[in-house]
Structures are given as C-alpha cells and as structure tokens.
C-alpha cells in the first residue's frame, strides 16, 4: 500500500488519481492514516471552523523544523501564533503596502528594459528575480548595500529547505553534502546582514521598510518583538515573500501566451485605466480583468499546491468523514481548483470565474493562500504586486511560448515550471508611448 516511488515520480498525477475515487474523503496510499479531502466544507472545517483540532505537519513542528525556521509565524501554533500574527497585521494593511507596490513597478520597469526583442529569456528566473528584488528592497529598503549578498545566501537556503523535505531522514541537515555546506555558509550571511541592520535601525532610527516595522511592531500587550524574532520573522519574509508571487507570475504569463485574447484584453484594459502613464499603485483596484487573469492563473497553477494537518483528536468532518487522533490530511488546492462541481470545464482557462457577478463556488473551494488562522499575512501585498507587475510588463512586451515545448509543473515546494519557462520578448504594438502624468508614480530604481 505505501506507494512512495509512485508518488515521488508524479505527485499531482498521483493526488488526482487519488481524487478520482468516489469517496469525498480519500485514504492517500502511499503512508498510512493519510486523507486526501476533496470536499470544500471539510477544506473550511480544518483551515477556518475548527483550526485548533489540527496542527501543522510533524517536520515543520519538529526541534530540527524550528532550528531551520525560528520561532515565527511558521511555526508557532496556537495563541502564540495567534498574538503574533495580530501584531504583525498593520504592516500589511492596505495602506502600509502601497510603498512596496508602487516599487514594484518600478523594479519592473528596470527589469523589462533589459530584454531586447527577439531574445529568449525564462521565465521563471526572471520572475523569481524580480520577485526576490521586490522583496528585498521592501525588506532592507532601497539603499541597502548587501541587498545582492542576501539574495544569493536566500537562495541558497532555499535550496536547502527543499532538499529538507524531499528527503526527510534523520541526520540530513549533518552530512556532507554540497547543499548542507551552502546552506551552513547563508544562515551566517543572512544573520549577520539582519544583525547589522537591525542594529542600524535602533541606532539611527525606523524607516518605512518591513525591518523597521517589525522593530515597530507591538502586540496587545504594547510588547515588541525581540531582536532574534525579528530576525527570524525577516528571514520568512525574505524567503515565502518571493516564491508565492514568482510562480504566479510566471504561470500566468504562460497562460496569457496560450490565450491571445486574453492578453490583448488585459492590454486594453492597462491602456485605458492608466491612460498613457506608467502604472501606479492606485490603478490597483480599476485593474479589475487583469485580477481576474491572475487569480484564474493560481486558480488552474496554485503555487502553493499542497497544505497538510495533523489532526490532534478524533474528528467528524461535515461531509460525514471520521478522522482520528493523528492522521495526516492533504488539503490539495491543485485537486480542489479543479473539481468540476465548484468550476465547469475545470482545465479551461477563464478568467471570467473570478467577475464579482460570477463567483458562485463555495468559501475554500479556492484556496491558493491557505485560510483562517494561518492564511498568508501577506497575500494581499502579493495579489498587488503581481498585478501591477503584469500591467507594466503588458505595456511595452509581449512573451511568446517557444513553439512546441511542452510546459510540465513541477510540485516542489512551490509549484513551478519543471526545467523553466524559457520565451520570446517581443515588443508590443498598439501601444501610445508613455506620456507626461501629473500623478504620483514610482520613483525611479
């Protein structure tokens, strides 16, 4: 029964056909007391109804789980995660977001200029250079010198959590291998930049940058967080601040390359809404279609694919299930978004599901973001940011998919192209070249 290869060499394929049974909760072979749960009720009951019957999965949990992520939002549990998650709020209020949006935009603009037409580029490292740009600037702030040193020890860490989790065995994070060596090496560039900052700051005062307001932070007590909270509250940022928005990224420009008629309606729509000037963050809300094509894109490539619990006690689920005391569920938005019960033709790509008119499914049939007590404290930083990505790209390029190149997901630990998304910058025609605004915009990067 515990089909661990089978599941290892196609895991989406794998769920789904998990899915296909008819039971609404479904036993995952591959390791035992593991449900699979299709049913949208039973999705809102763990993640928002009844969160405090299921835990987070054993690995994040574990001494070795908090050793490689700290004591922060992603792992503590309960009424600890709770006061922290209230103190950490307002800084992504809408309010307190604009400035990292609006710099968005302008990193954007920087990163587009630098492809010529004709020129093959891939995509998803573009994007996940973008995106880590934007993060970090929005982190450390825009004149932080080791800003480059820190995106490159991210991304080894990054590595390093995935080789985490693809092979959970005792010892790992000890032996000898390339990618321990690394990750050792970044942890201590990424503690000694955020020391150095963070010791800056209290020094010489906050800023408006996401250091400064997790040093301004202050739970309901009027308690701040401690240096090593904030230190490890940045690390999470900088890590899960990026890959989120990377992949939705570049899952959309594949489909708006699948869809010309899409993408010639998001070009119309930009045009029109900024009238000729560069995008700001205030057209946010006016790019209504333009939402639409992203949330339609996490909806058919969510890029996180998979959500695990561990449920703490016996449990009835609302589609009538039993769980017991410490089995293992999979929340799997991958299989959920593509119910045909909650979405018709579900493989279809319609960004019309997603008009204010049209959404009928039931809360936590879409769930690219988690829900309740641990849905994403930043998920509304990442729908602006690519959002306004996606506009300000639209204006001046179009990306083209290489003719006959097949477009596999890749479930890692976030779902992305397997082997990239490599495509062809075209300049974009119908466009009025950007004219003079009296409107505030990005400054420059």
């Known amino acids: 029964m515990m089909d661990v290869v089978a599941f290892r060499r196609d895991k989406l394929g ?122 970090t600037q929005a982190l450390l702030g825009r004149d932080a010198s080791r800003a480059d040193e820190l995106a490159a020890a991210i991304r080894d860490r990054r590595r390093y959590i995935q080789y985490w989790f693809d092979y959970p065995v005792a010892g790992r994070d000890r032996l000898p291998l390339p990618v321990v060596w690394r990750h050792r090496r970044a942890n201590r560039v990424i503690r000694s930049i955020l020391r150095d900052e963070i010791v800056r700051r209290r020094e010489s005062g906050l800023g408006d940058d996401l250091l400064s307001l997790l040093l301004a932070a202050r739970g309901t007590d009027d308690r701040g967080l401690d240096d090593d909270d904030v230190a490890d509250e940045a690390r999470t940022i900088a890590l899960t601040g990026y890959e989120t928005v990377a992949e939705a990224l570049a899952w959309t ?26 995008v700001a963050a205030s057209d946010y809300d006016a790019l ?67 008009a204010e008119c049209r959404t009928t499914w039931p809360p936590f049939a879409y769930f690219p973001f988690g829900g309740g007590r641990h849905v994403c404290i930043g998920q509304a930083l990442a729908r602006h940011e690519c959002t306004l990505i996606v506009a300000t790209i639209v204006r001046t390029l179009r990306l083209r998919s290489l003719a006959g190149r097949r477009v596999v997901p890749e479930p890692a630990i976030t779902l992305t192209p397997r082997g990239g998304l490599p495509m062809t910058v075209e300049r974009a025609g119908g466009l009025r070249s950007p004219r003079p605004c009296n409107r505030s915009a990005a400054a420059d990067v």
């Open 14 to 135: 794998y769920l789904e056909r998990c899915a296909a049974a008819s039971d609404v909760v479904v036993p995952v072979p591959m390791r035992r007391h593991t449900w699979l749960l299709k049913d949208a009720r039973d999705v809102q009951h763990v993640l928002q109804t009844h969160p405090e019957r299921y835990e987070k999965g054993s690995q994040r949990r574990s001494a070795a789980g908090v050793r490689l992520a700290g004591t922060g939002l992603l792992t503590l549990a309960g009424d600890a995660h709770l006061a922290r998650k209230r103190a950490l709020q307002p800084m992504f209020a809408q309010a307190a977001i604009v400035p990292f949006a609006e710099a968005a935009v302008a990193l954007a603009e920087k990163r587009a200029s630098s492809w010529t037409a004709g020129q093959v580029v891939d995509v998803a490292v573009e994007m996940a250079g973008l995106a880590q740009d934007v993060i």
């Open 253 to 278: 420009w594949h489909l708006l390359a699948c869809h010309d008629e899409v993408s010639a309606r998001v070009q119309e729509e930009v045009e029109t809404v900024t009238g000729g000037c560069r």
């Open 288 to 354: 209504r279609y333009t939402r639409q094509v992203i949330a339609e894109a996490m909806r058919l490539y969510p890029p996180t694919w998979l959500f695990t619990r561990i449920a703490v006690a016996d449990d009835r689920l609302p589609s009538g299930a039993t769980v017991a005391a410490g089995a293992s569920l999979y929340l799997c938005p991958w299989v959920v978004h593509r119910r045909a019960m909650y979405f018709p033709d579900p493989s279809r790509f319609d960004p019309e599901r997603f």
